[in-house]
T-cell receptor, first 115, second 111 residues
Framework: DTAVSQTPKYLVTQMGNDKSIKCEQN?????MYWYKQDSKKFLKIMFS???????INETVPNRFSPKSPDKAHLNLHINSLELGDSAVYFC??????????????FGPGTRLTVL | KQEVTQIPAALSVPEGENLVLNCSFTDSAIYNLQWFRQDPGKGLTSLLL?????REQTSGRLNASLDKSSGRSTLYIAASQPGDSATYLC??????????FGEGTQLTVNP
């Protein structure tokens, strides 16, 4: 009974292609996130959705488009992939409301390699 | 803009040793500070969460402290074990559920 799941786990593709990464959580959370971890292991937030609405967009290129069909899902679509997009992408979820005790639960990550 | 720094970047210790990981941050207007563990090829696991109004939290062999005035947190691991080998990440939560991470400390505990 995985809490936050991502598919695929690995994704290898050619430059210029379009690809999607899917994320699902079964924790009943209302907020979901996408993070990017680069080759230096630095983890940085990309997007956050609360009840299917975008609340954080950290100056990510327009080629990245998150889509949240419902509270339990947040997918990430990437157009025209570039070499610099190679990274590990993590999905996470939490309860919103600003409660200081709410931690975020992370998925296992998707390792994207652009050739 | 919140900046989070973790020192050291890597640490190797013999089994059984007590150790301290350090985290410093520039903006004290935080909701909480969290310590995560990341194993190779895996996601992040939350270890401890210290609310802004708290000074420390303990869980088993782990103790985390928070000093907002100096912009510092420490993660103390007692009697380290090889299974503690992982990357430890410090993260600060600010408004809008925004987490800002440090670059992590890669810990190796040698048997």
């Amino acid at each position: 009974d995985t809490a936050v799941s991502q598919t695929p786990k690995y994704l290898v593709t050619q430059m210029g292609n379009d690809k999607s990464i899917k994320c699902e959580q079964n924790l009943g959370h209302d907020t979901m996130y996408w993070y990017k971890q680069d080759s230096k292991k630095f983890l940085k937030i990309m997007f956050s959705y609360n009840n299917k609405e975008l609340i954080i967009n950290e100056t990510v290129p327009n080629r990245f488009s998150p889509k949240s069909p419902d509270k339990a899902h947040l997918n990430l679509h990437i157009n025209s992939l570039e070499l610099g997009d190679s990274a590990v992408y993590f999905c996470a979820s939490s309860f919103s409301g600003g409660a200081p005790t709410d931690t975020q639960y992370f998925g296992p990550g998707t390792r994207l390699t652009v050739l | 803009k919140q900046e989070v720094t973790q020192i050291p970047a890597a640490l190797s210790v013999p089994e059984g040793e007590n150790l301290v990981l350090n985290c410093s941050f520039t903006d004290s207007a935080i909701y909480n500070l969290q310590w995560f563990r990341q194993d190779p090829g895996k996601g992040l696991t939350s270890l401890l969460l210290i609310q802004s109004s708290q000074r420390e939290q303990t869980s088993g062999r782990l103790n985390a402290s928070l000093d907002k005035s100096s912009g510092r947190s420490t993660l103390y691991i007692a009697a380290s074990q090889p299974g503690d080998s992982a990357t430890y990440l410090c993260a600060l939560e600010t408004s809008g559920s925004r987490l800002t991470f440090g670059e992590g400390t890669q810990l190796t505990v040698n048997p």
